[in-house]
């Protein structure tokens, strides 16, 4: 009997990330039959589905209470790639402080409206410049760069509670790698540079995304990050993408994200075929 698997995504984009249609196919060539799903949509059937994989539900940080049923709700019913006890680990970037005792991080500073001048004034005591970031967030939404409690950049600051890093400056230079990983294997590195004036990497803040063989060093960076996520979560995680940049001369991890990594699929498709491999190791168990 042919396995069906549901690849969930959000309603703006319901055909799933760019280049998601080779995932589609590259599960069609091993015997998979797939397709694309809003995440938040009643008539899907995903109980009917022998596995679930989470893609592109970038909607999810908005709508925490929504997504956890959700999230709950399926993993009740069928498989889901890593699942809802990491998701949930995942979710809030506080994790940088229990991850940062095992690898290199960019160091944080936990920022909440109990405390918010006192929070930032102890980020802005050690590093000066800092980033300030909805821990619970995605895209670079919400994220500012200030110099003092008085900046008037702070006054628009999105929900917290929040993370106060140091602003890296090679990441206006270098800029951000990213190493996609799925069952244990770097496969994929995406270097990101901001546009001018930003510190946003991200496409849609003007950053530019170029695909490039993987770095030795961001490989053991990556690998080292997801085997400690793995020992602090006591479980094999299906797939993750880590972001890092330089730091005081070395490769500290600025992100870990296990939800909903895209696979860069428009810049490498050739991502389409270990992915779907992950997909059928896991169905077949």
């Not at 956890?68 to 790639?81: K, P």
Request: proline share 5%.
């Amino acid at each position: 009997m042919t396995s069906r698997v549901l690849l969930a995504t959000f309603c703006l984009m319901p055909e799933g990330e760019p280049g998601g249609s080779l995932l589609v196919d590259a599960l069609a060539e091993r015997g998979v039959e797939a397709a694309w799903a809003t995440w938040d949509d009643p008539a899907v059937d995903w109980a009917g589905a022998d596995l679930v994989a989470v893609r592109s539900t970038w909607d999810y940080q908005r709508r925490l209470p929504a997504w956890r049923d959700w999230v709950r709700r399926v993993e009740a019913s069928t498989g889901l790639l890593n699942g809802g006890e990491v998701f949930d680990w995942n979710t809030d970037k506080a994790y940088l402080e229990t991850l940062g005792e095992h690898v290199p991080v960019v160091p944080s500073e936990l920022v909440d409206d109990e405390d918010l001048v006192g929070g930032l004034g102890r980020a802005l005591g050690r590093w000066g410049s800092v980033v300030v970031k909805p821990r619970i967030g995605a895209g670079g939404v919400g994220v500012v760069v200030v110099d003092s409690v008085e900046d008037d950049r702070l006054v628009g600051l999105t929900p917290g509670p929040w993370l106060a890093q140091p602003l890296v400056e090679s990441v206006r230079t270098r800029g951000e790698t990213s190493v996609v990983l799925l069952d244990g294997v770097a496969h994929t590195q995406v270097d990101k540079v901001p546009g001018a004036g930003e510190v946003r990497v991200h496409t849609e803040h003007g950053g530019r995304s170029t695909l490039v063989e993987v770095d030795p060093e961001a490989e053991r960076l990556a690998l080292d990050a997801v085997r400690a996520a793995e020992a602090l979560l006591e479980q094999r995680l299906d797939y993750a993408r880590v972001d890092m940049m330089e730091l005081d001369g070395r490769l500290a991890v600025s992100e870990l994200e296990l939800i909903e990594p895209g696979l860069y699929l428009d810049l490498a498709p050739g991502s389409a075929g270990p992915f779907a491999d992950l997909v059928v190791d896991r169905v077949s168990r």
